[in-house]
């Protein structure tokens, strides 16, 4: 049985604001999980709306091992902040990978801390 794809889109990025609670900061992470016994160079392009993508974020995530990018955070070998706003997440990665996306929002009182869908291919 195979697991995991090469491609991995996540449309529905909108980094939330961190809020008043520093236990529970708002943000977004991405998670990435190896299941191949062989490394992965991960390649991570994100989308926007108004201006053209930025795909120069890269990592390397050994066999069988996971990781989770907090987005409100530099992320890659590149450092690259994403800025707030909408955006689109597609990683590319050599050998099959599973990977998540989730938000914390804390907006309003009762946060809430939910998984965009994502598409693998």
């Known amino acids: 049985m195979e697991y995991g794809k090469k491609n991995w ?8 604001p961190k809020g008043d609670n520093p236990d529970f900061p708002g943000h977004e992470a991405l998670m990435i999980t190896n299941v191949s016994p062989m490394d992965a160079k991960i390649r991570i392009k994100i989308l926007f709306e108004d201006k053209p993508p930025y795909d120069n974020i890269t990592i390397d995530l050994n066999a069988e091992r996971t990781t989770c990018l907090r987005l409100d955070k530099p992320i890659g070998k590149e450092g690259y902040q994403i800025p707030y706003g909408q955006y689109a997440i597609h990683v ?11 938000r914390l929002d ?15 291919f």
């Open 9 to 16: 889109v996540f449309c529905d990025g909108d980094l939330p």
């Open 92 to 102: 590319i990665s050599d050998v099959p990978v599973v990977a998540c996306f989730g």
């Open 106 to 120: 804390v907006r309003q009182t009762n946060m809430a801390y939910y998984s965009p869908a994502g598409y693998g």
